[in-house]
């Protein structure tokens, strides 16, 4: 068979031998095995087919067990057994024995059950096959197109000149038809016939590789760097939330200062810069209310001279009206406004200026306090060392 078929295959290319000066023939394979095993209906009445080849491979095996019990039974009771029951039971034995090889065969032989049925599960398939490869050859213009997996021996085939996913694309595409819509059928064409060119050229699908390792690097630097704005902004988030945490502790806690693992003098300290800070703003308040109220009443005294002008100048009018008024007197009236005026204005600058030498004599006091508590602190801190030392240098006199 394989002669024949190495045979006609020479035969055919001598016959196209003619026509290859002017054009190669096109060549591809299939292999028949790899697209039985990607065919979901095939693969589906498989496993059906197992589970009975392991039914009868139980049914074989109780069978074994049946005739070895009925061996070692023998051997055991042959001494006391006459000539004829052994026999007999010899008989038994080899009739289970043939009988046990002859359900092998039926199962298991090369014309068994699992070869038939197998032969006629792949037979529908195969004919399917068959018919897409006849379709791909008249579309594609192949020469010759050649099973990989029957008797012809290929010592070397190209992946490019393998059609058997092109096979498989059409197997599936005609089993889910029902299912797709015209418009998803178009799309999965255009995307098999895109790949089936790129298949069938190395340097497009070269070029195309490229293309997609570049899209991929493309998209994992747009991930890294989605990733490290989240990481910045998480990291943002947890800063400002403990900078709130800090604030309102600091708010809850009077001093401000934790009194775990802290020098008692230096708290005493903070305290005391805080109390003379609160002293320093209480008395920023007193001075601010005050200049308020100087305000306040700088601008009655405006208010009231206003009043006492726009009273003026309505007598003025009536007076002028019946002529007993002189022309002099509303002039007067208003340069005493003007003068009442100024003088406000001084008074509020004096007491500004005043509140200003005050906070400033506060301040300078606040800070000469701190400056000798500091300094008595160091002073006691450094007698205290002194004294620790003069009694440390006794002891080791006296030892």
Known sequence: MRKQFLFLFLTLIGSFGAKAQTKSPKIGYIDMEYILQNVSNYNEAQNQL??????????????????????????????????????????????????????????????????????????????????TVQDIAEAKQFDFIFDKSSDLTMLFAAKRFDISDQVLRVLNRTEKRDQLSKKQQKEIEEKEKKEDELNENP??????????????????????????????????????????????????????????????????????????????????????????????????????????????????????????????????????????IEEAKQKQAVAKQKALEERKRIIEENKKALEEKRNKIIEEKAAARKAAEEKLKTNTNKN
Request: charged share 45%; proline share 2%.
């Open 50 to 131: 197992e589970q009975k080849a392991q039914k009868w491979k139980q049914e074989i095996e109780t069978k074994k067990n049946e005739i070895q019990r009925l061996v070692d039974a023998l051997k055991i009771e042959k001494p006391l057994l006459t000539k004829e029951l052994i026999e007999e039971r010899e008989t038994e034995i080899k009739f289970l024995e043939k009988e046990l090889i002859d359900f092998q065969q039926k199962r298991f032989g090369a014309n068994g059950d699992l070869i038939q049925q197998k032969m006629v599960l792949a037979k529908p398939i195969q004919d399917q096959v068959f018919t």
């Open 203 to 340: 340097n497009l699908k070269e070029r195309q590789k490229l293309l997609d390792e570049k899209k991929a690097a493309r998209e994992k630097i747009i991930a890294e760097r989605k990733l490290q704005q989240e990481t910045k902004k998480k990291e943002f988030e947890e800063r400002r939330k403990k900078l709130a945490e800090e604030k309102e502790a600091k708010k809850n806690n009077t001093s401000g200062v934790s009194s775990v693992g802290v020098n008692p003098e230096t708290t005493k300290l903070a305290q005391e810069k805080i109390e003379a800070a609160e002293l320093i703003k209480k008395k920023q308040a007193e001075e601010k209310q005050k200049a308020i109220e100087e305000r306040k009443k700088v601008i009655e005294e405006n208010k009231k001279a206003l009043e006492e002008k726009r009273k003026k100048a309505i007598e003025d009018r009536e007076a002028k009206k019946n002529g007993m008024v002189s022309e002099k007197a509303p002039t007067v009236t208003v340069d005493s406004t003007k003068i009442k």
